[in-house]
């Protein structure tokens, strides 16, 4: 998660649905930024980035004790792709 908050400035979690259910918590997730630095090998475009994702929370004594996510990085790589290019990167 480090790398991510210093590749993309204004790193921002947008909880777009939430389920919760017993001890678990599902959500869809929206991550952004903005690329300022290297990020899945690709330099910096400046441009916002976006992608979806969802995330499993499960809990204990009232406190987060898993994490599980998945995020559309098949479609966030074609962005960096995209904006990388049109810097002549």
Same mark, same amino acid.
């Given at each position: +998660? *480090?790398? $991510?908050? /210093?590749?993309?400035? /204004?790193?921002e979690c947008t909880f777009l649905q939430v389920i919760c259910e017993e001890e678990n918590a599902y959500?869809? $997730?929206k991550f952004s930024g903005i690329h300022q630095d290297q990020? +899945?090998?690709y330099s910096p475009s400046g /441009?916002?980035? *976006?992608? $979806?994702? *969802?995330v499993e929370f499960k809990f204990r004594?009232? /406190? $987060? *004790?898993e994490l599980w996510a998945l995020g559309d990085l098949h479609?966030?790589?074609q962005q960096l792709r995209d904006n990388s290019a049109g810097l002549g990167l």
């Open positions: +998660m *480090s790398l $991510i908050v /210093k590749a993309l400035d /204004k790193f959500a869809r $997730i990020f +899945m090998g /441009k916002p980035e *976006s992608w $979806i994702g *969802s004594n009232g /406190k $987060i *004790s479609g966030l790589v």
